[in-house]
């Protein structure tokens, strides 16, 4: 089917005005009204807590909730700041720098001889020269030495100075080094013991002809201080659980509101929408999970609005239970919340798979409550999954106790075992422990507070339900054995044959058992009209027309289904009176009526029963039991191999007759059924001994004395 079909026939019933009230958008509606309240529950602490900053005095007392390993991000950042400002500058050689400042100090000589070398300059002429032409700039003395020394001291100035300035630059000479390479150079000129003429000349070239060689890597330089910063580790701090970090009205430190935001209880104004969407987030994966579970294996409870609600309802009730004891101020609080508790009620109103789900689903929840805290999850789900297992096959109200023991003992077993792998104080882990015993209890008792009360308002059948009214001190059970005992001690054998082929097939026992004993319920208006109930020869039929027998026959399904919902029976066991017989033929009274009438016609709509056919495993092995249970008891010699040909023959004539068409049960599981009947009933119907005449002489003496040996032997 194309998708724009699917889209055009959603807008074709709204415009009719059904579409919000069709299933689809009550599921929807239902499931956004579940997704607001559960993240309206696990956010109602971001609107509740004030913003702190320093300087301000504590609204309440803090203590750490947990044990918890935080960076101090102060100490950290100082360390590493230490780290970036030991690392050297980084500067590179300039060669070109080298190379022009030993051009330009050979230049000047060149240009000083030259000077020197004309002649027909005067002395005057020949300073001035200098000065103009020179890169440097000398005293009236240094020129006066520059212009009188010979040319064997010119040349030993300028070996000296160039080994000088050569010397400087090899070292490298920085921006800020600059002056100190100058008073190096002073200090060498001097150690060379010239005279002090042509040594203040020397300084004066040699100190002004240098220049900084070596440039600053700006980039290289950040990055060596980065890599130090990096290779500071952080400063761990350890918060132990339960340390008091500050108390109410001491002034906030930064180091106080460090540790609370490490803690997660630190609350700012600018993340409050951040976290709410988060969380948001977080619930609408685990329902997104959760429906896709349904809609590929559990059909019958996705397609049930009343399911799904009742499914919500458990979250909702499990959630808002976990906030009301996190109030508890001792930090162990996470050790009360009885998970198992909304665990064991889905598995006794649902089914096991989807209590595995559930509990699951709320061990994430649990672990959003109690800050992440992975002692409290653990608990939560090993007692969840301890609760489903202990009540999935529930008999009787009194396992609901036992199931809660046996949670305790799983909390105790978790609470224990993590307290010793983490090697906690004694103390705690024995309170922890002692928690942990409570929460089984608790689960226990809720489980079996909140049953009645939701079998009831969302009209669930449970297995204490049918254990309830399968009771032989029901009213309806105690008119039928005191007003009809022949359909009391019928049903009972019929519950007996129908119990054993449900187990057999893998069906609900117990509901076949209730049915069963119910299924005849009807007959209870007119118990005489029916052969089971007639101890006197007198047949009231015999008197009356095959008609009205047919319909006062019939009439007992209609009846029975009065009578049920009268007494509230389940819904389900009202569904096994209306289809225990199908649209079955009253064959003895429809072949009277067609004797009587002869050539008449006779309609035989009017000798069948309304139905409607059995739609489900149960409702067909009750039915396939009446047949078989009421047939028997006519077989004057029941031998284990006439037993057996009867069921298979009262069988077939039912699937022949299109009576199972509309349950799914196939050829094998008829198979099944019929096998268990034929075992039943041979241990009914088992050989008895004949004693000769004188032996029954002697038993029955025997009896008169009191003597139980010889009904043993029967």
């Given at each position: 089917m194309s998708p724009l079909f699917g889209l055009q026939k959603n807008w074709q019933q709204a415009a009719r005005g059904g579409f919000f009230s069709s299933f689809p958008f009550r599921r929807w509606l239902l499931a956004a009204l579940v997704f607001f309240v559960i993240t309206g529950i696990l956010a109602m602490d971001f609107y509740k807590v004030e913003e702190l900053k320093v300087g301000m005095p504590s609204p309440a007392d803090y203590?750490?909730?947990?044990?918890v390993d935080y960076i101090d991000e102060e100490k950290t950042e100082e360390l590493r700041e230490t780290a970036a400002r030991l690392v050297e500058p980084v500067y590179d050689p300039d060669l070109a720098v080298n190379n022009e400042v030993l051009a330009e100090l050979g230049q000047a000589f060149v240009t000083i001889r030259e000077i020197r070398s004309q002649l027909d300059l005067a002395e005057g002429e020949k300073r001035e020269r200098l000065k103009q032409e020179l890169p440097f700039v000398l005293s009236e003395s240094d020129l006066d030495t520059l212009l009188v020394l010979d040319e064997r001291k010119l040349d030993s100035l300028e070996e000296t100075a160039l080994e000088m300035v050569t010397s400087a630059l090899q070292g490298g000479i920085r921006e800020h080094q600059l002056e100190e390479e100058r008073e190096w150079l002073r200090t060498e000129g001097e150690n060379l013991s010239l005279p002090?003429?042509?040594?203040?000349?020397?300084?004066?070239?040699?100190?002004?002809?240098?220049?900084?060689?070596?440039?600053?890597?700006?980039?290289?330089?950040?990055?060596?201080?980065?890599?130090?910063?990096?290779?500071?580790?952080?400063?761990?701090?350890?918060?132990?659980q339960d340390y008091p970090i500050v108390r109410e009205g001491e002034l906030l430190t930064p180091e106080h509101l460090e540790q609370l935001e490490a803690l997660g209880l630190l609350q700012k104004a600018e993340n409050l929408w951040a976290k709410v969407f988060g969380l948001a987030l977080l619930v609408l994966a685990m329902m997104a999970l959760g429906f896709i579970y349904m809609y590929l294996f559990e059909r019958e409870i996705w397609r049930n609005d009343s399911l799904l609600a009742l499914l919500g309802l458990l979250v909702i009730v499990n959630l808002l239970l976990a906030k009301l004891l996190a109030l508890i101020p001792n930090p162990l609080f996470g050790y009360l919340i009885p998970v198992a508790a909304g665990s064991m009620l889905v598995v006794i109103l649902l089914n096991n798979h989807l209590a595995i789900l559930f509990t699951i689903f709320?061990?994430?929840?649990?672990?959003?409550?109690?800050?992440?805290?992975?002692?409290?999850?653990?608990?939560?789900?090993?007692?969840?999954?301890?609760?489903?297992?202990?009540?999935?096959?529930?008999?009787?109200?009194?396992?609901?106790?036992?199931?809660?023991?046996?949670?305790?003992?799983?909390?105790?077993?978790?609470?224990?075992?993590?307290?010793?792998?983490?090697?906690?104080?004694?103390?705690?882990?024995?309170l922890g422990a002692a928690l942990g015993i409570i929460n089984g209890v608790l689960a226990a008792i809720l489980t079996i507070g909140l049953l009645p009360y939701l079998e009831n308002s969302f009209n669930l059948t449970t297995a204490i339900k049918l254990l309830e009214i399968s009771n032989p001190n029901h009213p309806l059970l105690k008119r039928l054995l005191l007003e009809a005992p022949g359909t009391y001690h019928h049903s009972i054998m019929v519950g007996n044959l129908g119990e054993a082929a449900a187990e057999a097939l893998g069906a609900d026992a117990l509901l076949v058992r209730a049915g069963a004993y119910y299924h005849d319920v009807g007959k209870l208006k007119r118990p005489y009209f029916f052969i089971e109930n007639q101890v006197l020869k007198d047949n009231p039929h015999d008197k009356i027309s095959p008609n009205l027998s047919a319909q006062i026959i019939i009439s007992h399904v209609k009846d029975g289904l009065d009578m049920a919902q009268k007494h509230r029976l389940p819904r389900v066991i009202q569904d096994i009176i209306a289809q225990h017989h199908g649209t079955c033929l009253t064959g003895f009274f429809y072949h009277r009526a067609l004797e009587a009438a002869g050539d008449q016609q006779v309609a035989e709509e009017d000798y069948r029963y309304p139905g409607p056919k059995p739609q489900t495993r149960e409702a067909a092995i009750v039915m396939l039991a009446d047949t078989v249970e009421a047939a028997v008891r006519s077989l004057t010699s029941p031998t284990p191999n006439r037993l057996e040909g009867m069921v298979h023959k009262l069988i077939k004539e039912r699937l022949h007759a299109g009576q199972l068409?509309?349950?799914?049960?196939?050829?094998?599981?008829?198979?099944?059924?019929?096998?268990?009947?034929?075992?039943?009933?041979?241990?009914?119907?088992?050989?008895?001994?004949?004693?000769?005449?004188?032996v029954e002489k002697v038993l029955e003496g025997e009896r008169e004395n009191g003597n139980p040996d010889s009904e043993q032997a029967e």
């Open positions: 203590r750490a909730p947990r044990t002090e003429s042509e040594t203040q000349l020397l300084n004066a070239i040699t100190t002004q002809v240098i220049r900084p060689n070596l440039v600053f890597n700006e980039a290289e330089t950040e990055r060596r201080r980065t890599r130090a910063r990096m290779n500071v580790q952080p400063v761990i701090r350890t918060i132990v709320m061990a994430v929840l649990v672990g959003l409550i109690v800050g992440g805290e992975l002692g409290y999850v653990l608990v939560a789900l090993v007692g969840g999954l301890v609760g489903t297992f202990s009540v999935s096959r529930l008999h009787q109200r009194s396992q609901l106790t036992r199931a809660g023991l046996v949670v305790a003992g799983a909390n105790l077993v978790t609470v224990v075992g993590q307290g010793l792998f983490t090697l906690r104080p004694w103390q705690e882990v024995s068409d509309e349950c799914d049960l196939t050829f094998r599981d008829l198979n099944v059924i019929a096998q268990s009947f034929v075992q039943v009933l041979t241990g009914i119907f088992h050989t008895r001994i004949e004693y000769p005449d004188q």
